[in-house]
C-alpha cells in the first residue's frame, strides 16, 4: 500500500485526479470556486492550498476531504486515511469506482467500530451480572450457616386444662365423682354382684333403726 512519501505532492494529486476525471483546469476552477491561476500554481506547487480550498477541490473531484487533506499533510496516515489516499490516487480506477469503494471501506470501519462498542458492553454487562450471581450466592450460604450455628428454640409444653368437676367432694377436697371415675378405671372386671345380706346383719340394721327413732323420740 502507498503511503504519504510514495504519493506525490498535493499539487500533483490533484492535477492526477483531475485529469483521470477528465475534466480541464477551468471546470475545476469553476467547481471549486477559485480562479484558474489559483488552481494552476496549486497544481505546480507554487502555492499551499487552504483546508477549505482543499475540502471545495475534493467535493469537485469526488473524492473524501480526509484523503485530500492527508495528501496535504493536514492529517496523520492513521484511522484508514492511507488507504483512501490510496484509492484517490489509483490510477486503474475510474472516478466512480473510486467514489464506492470509499463509500464501502467507510461503510466497514463505522460497523466494526460499533461491533466492538457492542461486544464491550455485552461483556461489561456479562460481568456485573457474574458478580452480582456470586454475591446472591455468598450471601445465601452466609445466612444458611448463621440459622445452623443458633440453637433451636424448645418447643413450648401444651397447657394442661383440667376438666372442671361438679357433685360432692371427699374431705380431702377431691370430687366424689372423679374419685368414683378413677376408681372405675383402675378397677379390673364388672363390680361383684349384690348379695343377701345375712339375717344376724338384718337384725342388727332393724335394732340401729329402733336406736335411732328412740332417740329422735326422747330429744323432741
Do not use: H
Amino acid at each position: 500500500m502507498a503511503t504519504s512519501k510514495d504519493l506525490p505532492d498535493v499539487g500533483g494529486f490533484i492535477r492526477d485526479l483531475r485529469r483521470n476525471a477528465k475534466i480541464s483546469l477551468r471546470q475545476l476552477a469553476e467547481q471549486a470556486g477559485v480562479s484558474n491561476p489559483y488552481l494552476s500554481q496549486i497544481e505546480r506547487g507554487l502555492r499551499k492550498p487552504s483546508a477549505e480550498v482543499l475540502q471545495q477541490l475534493a467535493s469537485a473531484l469526488r473524492v473524501s476531504t480526509p484523503a485530500m487533506y492527508l495528501r496535504a499533510g493536514l492529517l496523520d496516515d492513521k484511522e484508514g486515511q492511507g488507504v483512501l489516499a490510496a484509492i484517490a490516487v489509483d490510477p486503474e480506477l475510474t472516478m466512480a469506482q473510486k467514489q464506492s469503494l470509499t463509500q464501502i471501506y467507510e461503510t466497514f470501519r463505522r460497523e466494526n467500530a460499533r461491533l466492538a462498542e457492542a461486544t464491550e458492553a455485552a461483556a461489561t454487562a456479562e460481568t456485573a451480572a457474574a458478580t452480582a450471581e456470586t454475591a446472591a450466592t455468598a450471601e445465601k450460604a452466609a445466612t444458611t450457616e448463621t440459622a445452623a450455628t443458633e440453637p433451636a428454640t424448645a418447643p413450648e409444653a401444651p397447657a394442661t386444662v383440667a376438666a372442671a368437676a361438679t357433685g360432692p367432694v371427699t374431705p380431702e377436697g377431691t370430687p366424689t365423682e372423679a374419685v368414683l371415675e378413677s376408681v372405675a378405671v383402675t378397677e379390673a372386671g364388672a363390680a361383684p354382684a349384690p348379695t343377701t345380706a345375712a339375717p344376724e346383719q338384718k337384725a342388727a340394721r332393724r335394732a340401729a333403726r329402733k336406736a335411732a327413732g328412740a332417740a329422735e323420740e326422747e330429744q323432741s
